[in-house]
Nanobody, 126 residues
Framework: QVQLVESGGGLVQPGGSLRLSCTLS????????IAWFRQAPGKEREGVAS????????YYTESVKGRFSISRDNVKNTVYLQMNSLDPDDTAVYYC???????????????????WGQGTQVTVSP
């Protein structure tokens, strides 16, 4: 059974940086497309970034382009989300998710992802 565990969240000041990690267990990471989503209080869950398995392409929602970077280390079975120039609007619970093995994916859409982590809180505040 595939499981995902996120870590690395916390409290950071505006303009600061955090790196989130998502570790997959129960299988090998290299066959799974992975995405990061976030959900702020009172808002719907939204896709932030994704990385495909077929060609390693990365995709970002417009609001994080140039600030966030998604990467994968298949040896460590871990996907990272490097977040720079953080803004209070980035405050949310961040989730990583896996799509079906070898699925063709692009921009992160909720309906494409079936395995979810428990989430990690990111708070951006002075």
């Amino acid at each position: 059974q595939v499981q995902l565990v996120e870590s690395g969240g916390g409290l950071v000041q505006p303009g600061g940086s955090l790196r989130l990690s998502c570790t997959l267990s129960g299988s090998t990471l290299d066959i799974y497309p992975i995405a990061w989503f976030r959900q702020a209080p009172g808002k719907e869950r939204e896709g932030v970034a994704s990385i495909s398995v077929r060609d390693g392409n990365t995709y970002y929602t417009e609001s994080v382009k140039g600030r966030f970077s998604i990467s994968r280390d298949n040896v460590k079975n871990t996907v990272y989300l490097q977040m720079n120039s953080l803004d209070p609007d980035d405050t949310a619970v961040y989730y990583c998710a896996a799509a079906a093995p070898r699925a063709r994916t692009g921009l992160p859409r909720l309906q494409d992802y079936s395995t979810w982590g428990q989430g990690t809180q990111v708070t951006v505040s002075p």
